[in-house]
């Protein structure tokens, strides 16, 4: 790389050649598109600080595509996402997301470092502990190359040993988020305490998260409240985990002003920020305001733009089928799946506006908002600098292994007093 911070062919094509996961390798021998683990892409936003990316949720094609067009633009390292629960109301899967992205990167010569991350793997149960411990080897075979254990919703001694227990199954070369105090309804925003115990507990086990969720004030979906992303929480949290070389992971980013956002990317650890509805409401051509939420009508109806998204006519279909199945709100997520092969048969002008404003407004929270421009060849750098596709743990040992065996884990978790999930409360992104 020059100081100019340029990559030449040269170290690009090496890249390529030492940068891929063997997976991807394996699955994609003659392709040009640069898909690396999900550790690449927080260690550029770390080298740059102050700087975070997108996370996608590429709930149909014209969001992949318009993310990565973005991206290129902003010669930024991204990571594109879908959530296991996103699998069984999207046509973009877990499965198969991978081959989405790498085949829109080669069809749109796209340079940049991309991860394609499992977002929100749900675990509630031991019953889901088990089952995981076939189903996670699966979304790696198809092309996974990061992956976030979400089994914040069970008490927090149940969610320590569940990552444990799946971690063997995970790729050590792989990106890794853990999560802690997701999201409990209106009473449950993460503590230090309990922060301080998932990380300390995985530390012992010499496992070390790049990333790390809160519940920090966030919510899914269409944001409601007004109170969005609580920063001096955040920052709180983060400086308690400091020592243990963790990076935040921001999620229910829709919703919430630019300024919050630039302060979350300015002020705490965050390398990773989660955009999922936004997204999916900007393709079909939902007016959304700049906090990317989607404007409605004194009767409660989305406000579709004029000659934006999806056709007229479509939307009128896609509206009548929300009413008929009594969907509204956040819940018109429900409407990808069954109205995908109706949109991708759109004309062609109606796909590609649909993807130049997702665009757009990726575009912008790059450059803008979040300070991730020029940072794909730092990802690149990453690489080269490792000699492999595998950049190591951040993370040390600093905890006494014998203080953390399952039985003093159990001990442990009794001592930290929070409240219950909200069992009304919709989890499923």
């Known amino acids: 790389m020059n100081n100019k911070g340029v990559i030449s062919e040269s170290e690009f094509k090496k890249a ?4 891929r996961p063997p997976n991807i390798q394996n699955l994609f021998p003659n392709s040009q598109a640069l898909i690396v683990s999900g550790k690449v892409i927080d260690r550029a936003m770390l080298k740059k600080g102050g700087a975070m990316t997108i996370a996608a949720n590429g709930r149909n094609s ?3 595509r318009g993310t990565l067009r973005a991206a290129q633009r902003a ?5 594109i996402e879908i959530a296991k629960s996103e699998s069984t109301y999207c046509a973009v899967n877990m499965w198969n997301i991978a081959r989405y992205v790498d085949t829109f990167c080669n069809e749109l010569g796209i340079t940049i470092p991309v991860a394609v991350h499992a977002d929100h793997y749900g675990i509630r149960t031991q019953e889901d502990v088990e089952s995981a411990k076939t189903e996670i080897p699966s979304i790696f075979d198809a092309g996974i190359t990061s992956i976030a254990v979400d089994a914040s919703h069970m008490p927090d001694d149940k969610n320590l040993l569940a990552n444990l227990a799946l971690n063997p199954y995970i790729p050590k070369w792989a990106g890794y988020e853990t999560e802690v105090g997701e999201i409990k309804g209106k009473q449950g925003l993460s503590t230090v305490q309990e922060a301080l115990f998932l990380i300390q507990g995985l530390n012992a086990n010499r496992i070390y998260p790049d990333w790390i969720a809160l519940n920090n004030g966030t919510t899914h979906g269409i944001e409601a409240t007004g109170a969005g992303i609580q920063i001096e929480l955040t920052k709180e949290i983060h400086k308690a985990l400091e020592r243990y070389g963790v990076s935040g992971a921001q999620h229910g980013t829709s919703g919430n002003n630019l300024e919050r956002l630039q302060r979350i990317a300015a002020e705490t650890n965050t390398t990773k920020a989660n955009v999922a509805t936004a997204l999916q409401m900007i393709s079909w051509g939902v007016d959304v305001n700049e906090y990317g939420n989607a404007l409605q009508d004194r009767d409660g109806q989305f406000i579709k733009l004029e000659n934006a998204g999806v056709t007229d ?8 089928y929300a009413a ?4 509204k709100g956040g819940d018109y997520k429900k409407l990808n799946l069954p109205f995908e092969k109706k949109i991708m048969a759109q004309p062609k002008d109606v796909r590609e506006r649909m993807a130049e404003a997702v665009e757009a407004f990726v ?3 790059l450059v803008d908002v979040f300070n991730a421009k020029d940072t794909a060849p730092l990802a690149i750098e990453a690489i080269l600098k490792a000699g492999s596709y595998d950049l190591g743990p ?3 040992p600093i905890e006494d292994p014998d203080d953390w065996t399952e039985e003093k884990i159990m001990s442990k978790g009794l001592s930290i007093s929070k409240p219950s999930s909200d069992p009304k409360a919709d989890y499923s992104d």
Not at 75 to 79: D, E, F, H, K, P
């Open 313 to 320: 006519g479509l939307w009128a279909d896609m509206v009548s």
């Open 394 to 396: 951040k993370g040390a």
């Open 16 to 19: 390529l050649d030492i940068g």
């Open 363 to 365: 575009y912008k929270l």
């Open 324 to 327: 008929s199945k009594s969907l």
């Open 75 to 79: 010669n930024a390292a991204v990571i």
């Open 62 to 64: 014209t969001i992949i």
